[in-house]
């Protein structure tokens, strides 16, 4: 039972490269979750997904695409990235939307 | 926008000693969740509260929900280097997402 995975673990991008950021949870949960982590700002919601097929814009939309490819996944896509994007993005998930969430070990992103 | 402001930003201590962490917003929730989060790592729960007024102990962590489920506090009694950390609070309304807090990080000397 691995809980939540994310991959890579660690990326450096250039100005206008893209990315997708992958994340996969094995507990049957809904609601899977992309959050940000700068500085002083706590997490910020990029985007979330309360059920297979569906998927909403959170507080940090711009810039960012997702898709939720079944039950399990949840990747993240940064079609051009900028150095504003450089993060730790986490990917959670929850059975319910303001359930428990559960993280996973973030990916830290360096955009030059 | 519902915001959750935490006090102090940034906390440095010596073992042994006690603090509190505060969790303040303008808006009242119907949930309120403690995470801690370890360097490098995902935050992971500690606690939820969800009844005004509520008190919960993990160990040496106290936690309180306020009377009007606008704000919370987490004290920690004779802290010890592994409450080293970074503490974020979160809340949930009933019709809308968590919302974190914008976190306070403790460092607890030996």
Sequence with gaps: NAGVTQTPKFQVLKTGQSMTLQCAQDMNHNSMYWYRQDPGMGLRLIYYSASEGTTDKGEVPNGYNVSRLNKREFSLRLESAAPSQTSVYFCASSNRDRDTQYFGPGTRLTVL | ????????????????????VYCNSSSVFSSLQW??????????????????GEVKKLKRLTFQFGDARKDSSLHITAAQTGDTGLYLCAGGANTDKLIFGTGTRLQVFP
């Design chain 2, 1 to 20: 926008t519902q915001l959750l402001e935490q006090s102090p930003q940034f906390l440095s201590i010596q073992e042994g000693e006690n603090l509190t």
């Design chain 2, 35 to 52: 995470y801690r989060q370890e360097p490098g790592e995902g935050p992971v729960l500690l606690v939820t509260v969800v009844t005004g």
